[in-house]
């Protein structure tokens, strides 16, 4: 529209006079309510967005220019201004009270013209998409901080000598697990889930067990592979991002550092909002021992900003993160995959159990109740649907509930759909406690301490929420009147939630065990043993490990127990054959 001059009317308000401001200086600030508007003479200014909660910064392509009056339509609502608003370069202007606003709109026609030309820059219907991409590119300084010291971290170890890091992974591993107590005290205090002493429990495997198991596995410059005239030698890969699930605080931040350090990587955690505060306690710790040995403590680093989507998508989008090692929801798992950075992803468990006729049926039972209440049934991999075989049905009932099991009767199991999945999903407030917690909150009880609820699935519908994982001391118990039956239903269940990761087999029975493997579209397939301990290797031939691969089938890259050999690149060399 063709400008036009407003200075004779500006001139005929009193005491108006004509003031500047620098290049780079804010107009007006974002949340804030004017007590005056800003009409530009000369020179331009931009609009940003600030996020405040993790101090950035994107600048915005709305400009304003002479004749343009800035804030008006902040100052005639009383409302605050969506963005800042900053000089382009030296810029001459007037000020404006609302008084003064409103004189000019009732006497000169035209500049209610530029109040809307003014407006429709800042209504811009693509405005708030622009500003939220820009944010989102936008650099987080901590986050440029963080990373920085990681990568120089990384370049700073790779010329120590073997036994270093393998003390060094000692030394880490036996500090925190001499904190065991008080970090899991601190666990169950803040995520509001669990059990103390198994927690403890989980902790010495997530360090002293794991540390032993790394000692003396070749690293970084090795020949970590020689076969058919190549050879394979160890690379590290750089800065890797591990996000580390509620259900395993202490444990998992604990291996996934150790299996960094052994591949010569730097790590940054993040830890769930829910136990933020002990993943820091445990980051403090292992930096401490870093200290002492004279190695970076950049070696693992947490942000210390609150826990956010953004800031997560900060670090996994980062150029200089080279690899992300994500365990926890659906959701988080899926975006670390689409953030463009290599990962591997753990996803749901809810594992199938068959309880085959030909199994000790006495051991069957008390590894169940043993497995599903240890730490109130949050370990991914632990049991989560027992299929009995009719002919044992009633004697492994009798056994489980010898062992502190409640087989739950139609009523109990109305009570539990209706409050403890109440719209047919878990209710958050239930997820790890134990069974005997569950049952007071029901007024259900019997005449022993109840370690574990098993809840029949006959007469519920096939989208019943007992089918699904339940991270809690909950078991749904399915009569099995054949072999097929076991299978289609393992397959089912599996395809519904679960998949990839574990399903678990009580049987003497080889070729059925052999059967229900190659039918169980999962990763893992334990055999008569507990699932808890089982599906991280602790009493069985798989790689001991807190972060288990799901395969394809559960949207990974890995099917594997994953381990520091999944943190290194392989350089190979290979020789001309005659």
Not at 132 to 157: R, T, Y
Not at 281 to 292: G, P, R, S
Not at 436 to 441: A, R
Not at 534 to 547: E, F, P, V, Y
């Amino acid at each position: 529209m063709e400008m036009v001059d407003l200075r004779p009317s500006l001139d005929q308000l009193n005491g108006l006079t004509h003031k500047k401001a620098a290049a780079g200086e804010c107009l007006l600030a974002q949340n804030s309510k004017p007590s005056h508007c800003f009409y530009i003479l000369s020179g331009q200014a931009h609009l940003e967005v600030h996020d405040k909660e993790l101090d950035r910064k994107a600048r915005l392509s709305t400009t304003f220019t002479t004749g343009d009056c800035i804030g008006a339509k902040e100052l005639l609502s009383d409302q605050a201004c969506m963005h800042n608003v900053i000089a382009d370069n030296d810029i001459e202007y007037i000020t404006l009270t609302l008084p003064e606003l409103r004189k000019l709109l009732l006497d000169e026609p035209n500049f209610y013209s530029l109040i809307l030309q003014t407006l429709s820059k800042q209504m811009n219907v693509a405005l708030q998409n622009e500003a939220d991409m820009a944010l989102n590119q936008a650099p987080i300084k901590e986050v440029e901080f963080i990373v920085s010291g990681a990568n120089a971290a990384h370049e700073a170890i790779q010329n120590l000598p073997e036994n270093a890091i393998d003390d060094a992974i000692m030394a880490v591993a036996n500090a925190v697990n001499d904190q065991a107590d008080n970090l899991a005290k601190l666990t169950v205090l803040e995520s509001g889930m669990g059990v103390l002493e198994h927690k403890i429990q989980k902790i010495k495997l997530g360090t002293v067990a794991v540390a032993q198991g790394l000692q003396g596995k070749p690293g970084v410059g090795s020949v970590i592979e020689q076969k058919d005239g190549s050879t394979g030698l160890a690379n590290s890969m750089g800065v890797v991002f591990a996000m580390i699930p509620v259900t395993n605080p202490v444990e998992t931040l604990t291996f996934k550092f150790l299996i960094a350090l052994k591949s010569r990587n730097a790590i940054i955690i993040s830890s769930h909002r829910k136990a933020k505060n002990v993943g820091n306690q445990t980051v403090e710790i292992i930096q401490n021992v870093l200290k002492q040995l004279d190695l970076p403590v950049n070696l693992i680093q947490t942000a210390q900003q609150p826990s956010s989507r953004a800031l997560t998508q900060a670090f996994m989008t980062h150029d200089d993160v080279h690899f992300i090692l994500a365990t926890g929801g659906p959701s988080m798992v899926k975006s670390a995959y689409q953030s463009g950075t290599p990962a591997i992803g753990v996803g749901k468990g809810n594992a199938p159990v068959w309880i085959e006729k030909t199994c000790d049926v006495k051991k069957a039972a008390d590894d169940v109740v043993f497995s599903k209440s240890f730490d109130n049934g949050i370990v991914c991999g632990s049991e989560n649907n027992l299929l009995v075989d009719a002919d044992i049905y009633d004697d492994f009932l009798t056994h489980a509930q010898n062992a502190g099991a409640a087989v739950f009767n139609d009523f109990e199991i109305h009570a539990l759909l209706e409050v403890v999945f109440h719209d047919d999903h878990l209710d958050s407030r239930f997820v790890g406690k134990s069974a005997q917690d569950v049952c007071d909150e029901l007024g259900i009880k019997r005449d022993y301490p109840i370690k574990l609820i098993l809840a029949e699935t006959q007469g519920q519908p096939e989208n019943t929420p007992l089918l699904k994982e339940k991270l809690l001391p909950v078991l749904s118990v399915t009569k099995i009147h054949n072999d097929d039956q076991a299978m289609s239903l393992a397959k089912a269940i599996l395809a519904d939630e679960g998949a990839g990761h574990t399903a678990i087999i009580h049987s003497n029975n080889e070729q059925l065990v052999k059967a229900y493997a190659q039918c169980a579209d999962v990763s893992r397939v334990l055999v008569n043993g507990a699932g808890t301990l089982g599906c991280i290797g602790a009493n069985n031939g798989l790689q001991l490990s807190w972060t288990l691969g799901c395969g394809t089938q559960g949207g990974g890259a890995t099917s594997d127990n994953v381990s520091y050999e999944h943190l290194l690149n392989i350089k190979r060399i290979a020789y001309a054959q005659n």
